[in-house]
């Protein structure tokens, strides 16, 4: 069995765009899905798949882990790049895809079955409201209540919001206060039986997101997420050691030494791992959590 041809697709989805990979084989119908989205890198990713194609074309499907390691290491550059490990986990999971198929089962069962029967979901605030979750302003706590409210409504027992604004590396007590007014708005709203959670998106320095992460921390938060710049894991470690609320992180990291290294420094609680940027990464990055390293919460973007 060999591939073929590898091929793209790109679908618009308002705020950006979605990246699908999808890898052929010389066998009749037989092909893999797998996705490849990088906000506002769509040519760089695109590009990056036409590139490590020419790796792949007459390999054999199935060989995952090899494919993996040729990608990750072949010329001259090691993978870890946002753009390249990216493309190289949207192939990956087109290849976990395929070999699912060969079986007729899903890929779960390729990797040990399922640990759990059901799992809890969380949504984001505004119910797929993309302007609801990115623009609500941080001084209107009340529409933060309102949107909380609405949450509960839908049945959910848990929601994440952006409860917390941009900032320069260092500012004032306003922007803190904002904050704590739109999520003490929520809890208020939804009682404490309700989970809430706030991602700074990685945009407060080590010193506001210090600040953020201390205001918040009486109104009980299921997790804060991405309180300060992902480089930084020193400041990363300081407001998880400062404060009871479980940190969450590692979105934006895209292999296994980067993880290893945010673990040591015990940098979060819980690892942020995305499922389409690194995908068998992704399984090293549950073992390592196994390990009593944290607990991980996987997301599809
Ligand atoms: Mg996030």
Request: hydrophobic residues 45%; charged residues 20%; contains cysteine.
């Amino acid at each position: 069995m060999k591939i073929t041809r590898i091929e793209t697709l790109v679908c618009h989805a308002r705020m950006r765009n979605w990246v699908f990979v999808k890898v052929l084989t010389d066998q009749p119908g037989l092909f893999g899905w797998g996705e490849a989205t990088l906000e506002w890198h769509t040519r760089g990713v695109v590009g990056a798949i036409e590139d490590l194609s020419q790796l792949l074309l007459g390999e054999d499907p199935t060989r995952v882990e090899h494919l993996w390691q040729m990608m990750w290491r072949q010329h001259f550059w090691h993978g870890h790049g946002i753009v390249r490990s990216t493309a190289i986990a949207g192939i990956d999971l087109a290849l976990w895809d395929i070999i699912g198929k060969i079986h007729g089962v899903p890929c779960h069962k390729l990797w040990g079955g399922p640990v759990r029967d059901t799992i809890r979901l969380y949504c984001h605030l505004g119910g797929g409201s993309m302007e609801s979750f990115y623009e609500t302003p941080v001084d209107n706590a009340k529409r933060f209540a309102e949107l909380a409210q609405q949450a509960l409504a839908e049945g959910f027992t848990a929601f994440k919001s952006m409860a917390v604004p941009s900032t320069m590396p260092i500012e004032g007590l306003k922007p803190i206060k904002a904050a704590e007014a739109c999520v003490a708005a929520m809890r208020q709203a939804v009682g404490s039986d309700i989970d809430i959670m706030v991602d700074c998106h990685a945009r407060p320095s080590p010193a506001m997101g210090m600040q953020f992460a201390k205001a918040l921390e009486p109104y009980g938060l299921y997790f804060l997420e991405e309180p300060c710049w992902p480089e930084s894991i020193d400041g990363l470690a300081a407001i998880n050691a400062a404060v009871t609320t479980p940190i969450a992180t590692g979105e934006r990291m895209t292999h296994l030494a980067a993880f290893r290294d945010l673990f040591a420094a015990r940098g979060c609680e819980i690892a942020t791992s995305s499922a389409n940027r690194f995908t068998t990464t992704n399984r090293g990055v549950t073992r390592l959590c196994r390990r009593g390293s944290g607990s991980i919460s996987p997301r599809v973007r």
